[in-house]
T-cell receptor, first 116, second 113 residues
């Protein structure tokens, strides 16, 4: 199956700093990638849809100035958590679908962000 | 608004027993339904989707539009089935909408020896 890789797997940062999370499709091109957030013992919540070459589409309630998404190439999307605060601590997961009509989304392994 | 509900957070069965993980959904159009599984320390992976009507690892799920349900079933559970299971919905609009998923809360299945 197709592989999606996230980096880093874990990151600890100080409050007020920014942290960037990368999501790469290793063996396929992904015009669209998706970013999810998962709180402990809760479900995955879609944050935004990342579109290659254009602006991301954010879900209601997600601050686009806080969670900057860049999709500069067909294999890379980045999520930057700006001016991080402890409440931003969470598990962030990306997914991607090959092509434009495939019905399966492939997920990254997730990134555990801890803001201290 | 679309919503997916998995009423059971935890489900325990013994090896060889039947198992059913419940999933109900709310969506005004014609949804695409999926079951994703997450084994310990691994990433989410697709288990099955209603449109392909296939059986994967002995699991099946039938979409019941009347009851708006998509329950996951397996007649004889195995220890290696222990995992977190998520039911997910995609509002079909073609192409990339399949990646835009609404997840249920997840059910942790434990199969005891």
């Amino acid at each position: 199956g197709a592989v999606v890789s996230q980096h880093p797997s874990r990151v600890i940062c100080k409050s007020g700093t920014s942290v960037k999370i990368e999501c790469r499709s290793l063996d396929f091109q992904a015009t669209t990638m998706f970013w999810y957030r998962q709180f402990p013992k809760q479900s995955l919540m879609l944050m935004a849809t990342s579109n290659e070459g254009s602006k991301a589409t954010y879900e209601q309630g997600v601050e686009k100035d806080k969670f900057l998404i860049n999709h500069a190439s067909l294999t890379l999307s980045t999520l930057t958590v700006t001016s991080a605060h402890p409440e931003d601590s969470s598990f962030y997961i990306c997914s991607a679908i090959p092509g434009i009509s495939n019905t399966e989304a492939f997920f990254g392994q997730g990134t555990r962000l801890t803001v201290v | 608004a679309q919503r997916v509900t998995q009423p059971e957070k935890l489900l325990s069965v013994f090896k060889g027993a039947p198992v059913e993980l419940k999933c109900n959904y709310s969506y005004s159009g014609s949804p695409e339904l999926f079951w994703y599984v997450q084994y310990s320390r691994q990433r989410l992976q697709l288990l099955l989707r209603h449109i392909s009507r296939e059986s994967i690892k002995g699991f099946t799920a039938d979409l019941n539009k009347g009851e708006t349900s998509f329950h996951l079933k397996k007649p004889f559970a195995q220890e290696e089935d222990s995992a977190m299971y998520y039911c997910a919905l995609s509002g079909y609009a073609g192409g990339t909408s399949y990646g835009k998923l609404t997840f249920g809360q997840g059910t942790i299945l434990t199969v005891h020896p």
